[in-house]
């Protein structure tokens, strides 16, 4: 099961900045957050992870809160390309293994 | 620089009938893995590969398998195939074991159709 949980849909006024929040109040101290994007039928593209600090690049922020339980994506000036599902994950350590579990997303409608 | 590419683009098969899905990933990336995503749900985890070995499996039933070859690129196999089996199959490739993140990088997929 995803340790994540996301709305369902949200939607964005296209210029506008879209806040996508997570919950992921059962993460460990050495899991990441990652974040991608599915546009309709092509493969996921990675977006931004982070630990505990707030990361920045030039697609997106994240700012983690201090109890590390839940997340923001921020894509400061959504444009109608952004429109996508985005995928909020922690990342699952065991020894050297890594594998991602993904929920449904969120389903972000930019709007013109 | 080339990213991951998949063949074939799309595939036909009938039930019970053996599929055969083909994953390059980016030059240097030692880690591929195999994701599937029916209609309308979100990627189940299948298998990682990395240095040629199976690292971790997801719950899936034995008929999925591949291999990854020593130029890494790799091969997923499903057998006896189901109507159910119908899907996006999704590689991605990353660096491997050991590195300090796992950035994952995918190819645009296989739908595969079973009729």
């Known amino acids: 099961d995803a340790k994540t949980t996301q709305p369902t849909s949200m939607d964005c006024a296209e210029g506008r900045a879209a806040n996508l929040p997570c919950n992921h109040s059962?993460?460990?101290?050495?899991?990441?957050v990652y974040w991608y994007r599915q546009i309709h039928s092509q493969g996921p593209q990675y977006i931004i992870h982070?630990?505990?600090?707030?990361e920045t690049n030039e697609m997106a922020s994240l700012i983690i809160t201090e109890d590390r339980k839940s997340s923001t994506l921020i894509l400061p000036h959504a444009t109608l390309r952004d429109t996508a599902v985005y995928y909020c994950?922690?990342?699952?350590?065991?020894?050297?293994?890594?594998?991602?579990?993904w929920g449904l997303g969120t389903s972000l409608a930019v709007n013109p | 620089e080339a990213g991951v590419t998949q063949s074939p683009t799309h595939l036909i098969k009938t039930r019970g009938q053996q599929a055969t899905l083909r994953c390059s990933p980016i030059?240097?990336?030692?880690?591929v893995y195999w994701y599937q995503q029916a209609l309308g749900l979100g990627l189940q985890f299948l298998l990682w590969?990395?240095?040629?070995?199976?690292?971790n499996r997801g719950n899936f039933p034995p008929r999925f398998s591949g291999r990854q070859f020593p130029n890494y690129s790799s091969e997923l196999n499903v057998n006896a195939l189901e109507l159910e089996d119908s899907a996006l199959y999704l590689c991605?490739?990353?660096?491997?074991?050991?590195?300090?993140?796992?950035?994952?990088?995918f190819g645009p997929g296989t739908r595969l159709t079973v009729l």
């Open positions: 991605a490739s990353s660096l491997g074991r050991g590195k300090s993140y796992n950035e994952q990088f």
């Open positions: 030059s240097g990336h030692t880690s």
């Open positions: 590969y990395d240095e040629g070995e199976e690292r």
């Open positions: 059962t993460i460990s101290g050495n899991e990441y």
């Open positions: 982070g630990l505990k600090n707030n």
């Open positions: 994950i922690v990342s699952v350590n065991a020894g050297n293994n890594r594998k991602l579990i």
